[in-house]
């Protein structure tokens, strides 16, 4: 007789547990088959709307099937009214989780896009995702809250008062948090611009974040620089108006030397140096300008043009190189500094 009792008690836990695995089960296929069919379809298109429905709906279907097992099995097992009220309002307080979840994947990913496009550059804008993310799970715990029978009046009028000591005790935190937003949307400098800070700071922004702007530098560093000090410094941005940048190597020649054929030289130099290598602009006609009588020289300029900053120091690299090469080739003197002593002879 135990033993049966003991067996009608598995066998009323049987069935809803059957449910909740099968439900789990089922949805693992229904998301493995169906993520498949709609990347497949996504790549098909120029939309990114639909990669973006993709990515957030990544490990939900398991879990919604696995809910909707769940709530059914609530209502097989055997368990008193007033405990089943309660798992069923937990049961759909995880649901609204959910999809604020899905909503803060979804719109996260639409603005990492906006900011891309509105910049023309894919780099990282956290400040504003982060945002985002806060707001939409702010609006999901509210849900949650009032669907438990919490009113939230009084917690939105606790948080008004709270926010203004806050606000005075986190003065520096909110000046930089505002600062990071002001830089964003000014456009004056993006994520991925290449900047100049001063002498011996420079590099590329990684990231704008609610606290500090990150800058990669030539040499693989990171400075971190708080948003209230970056948006007060003055700051060359070399991508801005664009990114082609104007850069010169300049030189010297012998007194003696043909100006006309020094000039055509290095003009030639200059065609070659744009045209065979990476990041010179190869329609750019290059300029040569004397502009001084030194002490012991003729000083010149050749003038190249880049596709951005950073191609300027391996071009000038090589065009030194050249012109110390075919100056030689040529009989073309780099004079070197000098002074011409007379000595007076007495009678």
Same mark, same amino acid.
């Given at each position: 007789m135990i033993a049966i009792s003991v067996f009608l008690d598995l066998k009323e836990y049987l069935l809803p547990i059957i449910i909740i695995l099968s439900s789990i089960i089922i949805g693992w296929f229904v998301e493995k088959f169906t993520l498949i069919r709609l990347k497949a379809l996504a790549q098909?298109?120029?939309? #990114?709307?639909d990669d973006i429905l993709?990515?957030?709906l990544h490990h939900l279907i398991i879990f919604w099937f696995g809910a909707i097992g769940i709530?059914?099995?609530l209502h097989q097992f055997p368990i008193p009214p007033d405990i089943k009220s309660i798992l069923v309002k937990i049961f759909w307080s995880i649901i609204i989780f959910s999809f604020t979840l899905f909503l803060s994947r979804l719109l996260v990913e639409i603005t990492k896009?906006?900011?891309?496009?509105v910049s023309g550059l894919s780099g990282s804008v956290s400040v504003f995702t982060n945002i985002i993310k806060i707001v939409v799970f702010s609006i999901g715990i509210m849900i949650i809250l009032q669907h438990f029978g919490i009113s939230i009046t009084p917690i939105i009028t606790a948080l008004g008062v709270g926010g203004l000591a806050v606000a005075l005790a986190l003065q520096d935190t #909110?000046?930089?948090f505002f600062a990071g937003i002001q830089i964003l949307i000014s456009k004056q400098v993006r994520p991925g611009d290449f900047?100049?800070?001063?002498?011996?700071?420079e590099g590329i922004i990684r990231d704008i974040t609610w606290r500090n702007t990150l800058i990669e530098t030539q040499q693989g560093n990171?400075?971190?620089v708080p948003n209230s000090k970056f948006a007060q410094s003055i700051i060359v941005n070399t991508y801005l108006p664009e990114r082609k940048l104007i850069f010169r190597v300049e030189g010297s020649i012998a007194y003696n030397s043909d100006l006309e054929k020094v000039e055509y030289i290095l003009i030639q130099i200059g065609k070659k140096i744009l045209s065979?290598?990476?990041?010179?602009?190869?329609?750019?006609?290059?300029?040569?300008?004397?502009?001084?009588f030194a002490d012991s020289s003729i000083n010149f300029r050749l003038i190249l043009a880049c596709e951005s900053y950073e191609y300027q120091f391996a071009l000038t690299h090589k065009t030194i190189k050249l012109i110390h090469k075919t100056f030689a080739e040529e009989g073309i003197e780099i004079p070197f500094p000098q002074r011409v002593v007379h000595l007076k002879k007495e009678e």
């Open positions: 098909k298109t120029d939309s #990114l709307i993709v990515h957030s709530y059914i099995a896009i906006y900011t891309s496009k #909110l000046s930089n900047i100049r800070l001063d002498a011996t700071n990171i400075i971190v065979e290598n990476e990041g010179g602009i190869k329609d750019f006609e290059p300029v040569v300008r004397f502009y001084a």
